[in-house]
């Protein structure tokens, strides 16, 4: 991932891929995406990652038959789109559906996990032949977002039911057990995962997920280890902890925030836990979560300063 401010090789446009600029991004992105899923890949000519994920994109979306659009951004000259979008560092790769973003990630990913993506926003469209499988997960991400675990976890069960490979369903039925602390049964759901779902963004995300949950159940309490920082900055492993400790209690912000101070202080300390620790915590959220582009482009700074 590589920061923004300097100066993937161009392949011809088509219909269903096609370069975008700040003139036509309404046309082709927002009004386009009422009726069909369009992936907006944000990139730039000096941007090494980009030129190996971009032909990546280009061939999955091919590859959908016109269940999706791509729209190529370069930022060096649409630097008002990217300030828009909070276009931070790049690659990043955003699905727009309905005129809005709706799913998206940031850096180098595996091309298993291009094609998960392109799969996973064509399922959006009219045209995706899922029998509604694709809008039963979606209804059930509500479900969970709005704290009915039980009913999110027999409709994710339901569509694995139809299709057992449906990465969206099953990350989805990890994190309903993840809510209703059944962790060992969503650790269980991970260890039995499909063969075509290894490497995929949800599976990964679930991985994370299980991570955290396992931490917090040993987390010691915020205030205490508050007071320890407080008396002690330095004290690496009272930040730490505290920072566990914020992530069990559901303030991620926070708990990234101090371990970015702790990595600043000590990058090396415990084998460099901070970073590993601050990577389990981007996983485990979605790539577009603001708390996830803030955090890595500050511990890009610190670690490319």
Known sequence: MIELGQPQTETAPTDLIRDVDEASFMADVVEASMTIPVIVDFWAQWCGPCKTLGPQLETAVTAAKGAVKMAKVDVDRNQQIAAQLQIQSIPTVYAFWQGKPVDGFQGAVSPAEVEEFVKRAAALGPGAEDDGLAEAVLAADEMLEAGEAEDALQTYAAVLGEEPENAGAYGGMIRAHLALDQIDEAEAMVDAAPAALLGTSDLEAARAQIALARQAANAGPVTDLTAAVEADADDHQARFDLAAALQADG?????????????????????????TQLFIIFDALKASDPIVLKGRRKLSSMIFA
């Open 251 to 275: 303030q991620t912000e926070a708990a990234v925030d101090h371990l970015l101070e702790l990595f600043r202080r000590d990058r090396d300390w415990n084998d460099g836990a901070a970073r």
